[in-house]
């Protein structure tokens, strides 16, 4: 029969008696189950969320083809670099807002107050553009 190693031998610290030791916890399948397609919920909703800005971002250049908004935003038929470039503004417009409000909520609010006033920050001026958009 082979010898057993001892933890004292290796540096181990047992515990001087079984009342000291701690209880392992084992998971049943339903918790690691339910905490496995928590996970992926998460993921698919964060991935969604790119998906959709690019989707977004596809429709807004069929629109500046269609002859009633270029008409009302002053475009001509043709695109020239005036033009192309008001289109690039007009499209990452977004996107250089929500870059330049995520580093000042972040450095500005979340540091200071914590996550939930910049959400409900947020959440108020993402109500506030619908109903603009609205009227």
């Known amino acids: ?3 057993t190693r001892h933890d004292a031998e290796f540096g181990l ?5 079984c009342k000291d030791a701690k209880p392992t916890v084992t998971k049943t399948t339903t918790q690691a189950l339910y ?8 993921c698919t909703l964060v991935a969604s969320t790119g998906f959709f ?5 596809g429709v807004v250049n069929d629109v500046f083809t269609m002859p009633s908004f270029r008409e009302m935003m002053g475009w001509p038929e043709d695109d020239s670099a005036r033009v ?3 289109e690039g ?5 977004f996107n250089i807002g929500a870059a330049v409000a995520a580093i000042l909520a972040g450095h500005l609010l979340v540091d200071k107050y914590g996550r939930r006033p910049a ?3 947020g959440s108020a001026l993402f109500g506030l553009g619908g109903g603009v958009q609205c009227t």
């Open 84 to 86: 192309a470039f008001q």
């Open 1 to 3: 029969m082979a010898e």
């Open 89 to 93: 503004l007009t499209v990452n417009g």
């Open 35 to 42: 905490e496995q397609s928590h996970a992926v919920l998460v």
């Open 13 to 17: 610290d047992e515990p001087a008696d």
């Open 53 to 57: 800005h690019g989707y977004d971002n």
């Open 119 to 121: 959400l409900i920050l």
